[in-house]
């Protein structure tokens, strides 16, 4: 299982694939699981959806890794015509971002400047997410996200159970009054940085998640979300909030589009706040390996649609 995961992540990265797989109809059939389709409205009508059945949203746009600054502008100037829209539509949704897309690469200020002006154009109710991407970008990540927390309060930032040092992170961060969506982790991680075995990142993802309903219920963190479909896990959040009287809407579960819908329904019903992140694009394919990584089965479900019709 550890050895396919770590190929699916090698080809993920891989650009022979990326340009050519994406052309395939059966890898097409497969993503348009985990995507409502490449584009805003699509996105639009998905969250609608979702909306009927008190289920919250988060939207992302596909891409990363931008190598111009036009292209970083462009994806900038994109998210803020995603904003006006669901401004306009009135939909509670929210957007969540890579600073890799935003221009991490090319200069911390010049992606700075982008990820404020979206800040800048958000409601002030409503949190701009940032998405942690591979270990090399922990660190500039973090250093961004501070700068913007220090003057806008509506930002959150996404931190990585996986990670030996996201205890400390945590620690760090709950001084200036964040906003945490926690997840596993989805990239190819050493050893030497990050528990190789899924039952220690369970345990740790579990410890991180208490410090943070604390810290919520405590005033020191605005929003405590955790990204996961184990509902394994999420029974031991909810006992968790059920045991220190903790009002169940402190129980925040942000989920894929099209991964565990029963679970996301159940927890919007029972008065948790269910959250589904919805990706669109056309540059899915990174993205959509490292959804086949996190449940090689899937990979099945691919090799089904190579004979459907
Ligand atoms: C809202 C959200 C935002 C995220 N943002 C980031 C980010 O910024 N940075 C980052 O590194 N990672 C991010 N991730 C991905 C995350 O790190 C994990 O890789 C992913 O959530 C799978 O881990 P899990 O917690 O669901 O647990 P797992 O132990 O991987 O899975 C538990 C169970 O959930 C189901 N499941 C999990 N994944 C899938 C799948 N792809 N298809 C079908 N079933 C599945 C299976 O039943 C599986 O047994 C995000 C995830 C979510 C939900």
Known sequence: MALMRSMLL??????????????????????????????????????????????????????????????????TNHYLEVLDRIHQMNLPTEISVKLTQLGLDLAPDFCFENLERIIQRESPKAI??????????????LEIYKRALK?????????????????KDLADLLAFRPSIRLVKGAYNEPPSIAYP?????????????????????????????????????????????????????????????????AEQERLARDGCRSIVLVAYGTYWYPWFVRRLAERPANLWFMLRNVFAS
């Not at 345990?203 to 604390?214: G, P, Q, T, W």
């Not at 909810?238 to 099209?258: C, F, I, N, S, W």
């Open 10 to 75: 090698a080809a993920s990265q891989n650009v022979w694939l990326r340009q050519h797989a994406v052309n395939f109809p059966f890898v097409r059939r497969s993503v348009s699981r985990f995507m409502p389709g490449e584009t805003l409205d699509a996105a639009l009508v998905a969250a609608q959806g979702l909306l009927h059945k008190q289920i919250g949203s988060v939207f992302t746009h596909l891409g990363e890794n931008v190598s111009d600054r036009e292209e970083a502008r462009k994806v």
């Open 128 to 141: 701009v997410w940032v998405d942690m991407e591979a270990s090399n970008y922990v660190d500039a990540t």
């Open 151 to 167: 003057r806008y309060p509506n930002v959150g930032i996404c931190l990585q159970a996986y990670l030996y040092r996201t205890k």
């Open 197 to 261: 075995k899924k039952p220690d990142v369970d345990e740790n993802y579990v410890a991180l998640a208490k410090e943070m309903l604390r810290a919520k219920s405590a005033g020191q963190c605005v929003r405590a979300a955790f990204g996961t479909h184990d509902i394994s896990l999420i029974r031991r959040l909810t006992d968790y909030v059920a045991q220190e009287r903790l009002p169940k809407t402190d129980l925040e579960v942000q989920m894929l589009y099209g991964i565990q819908r």
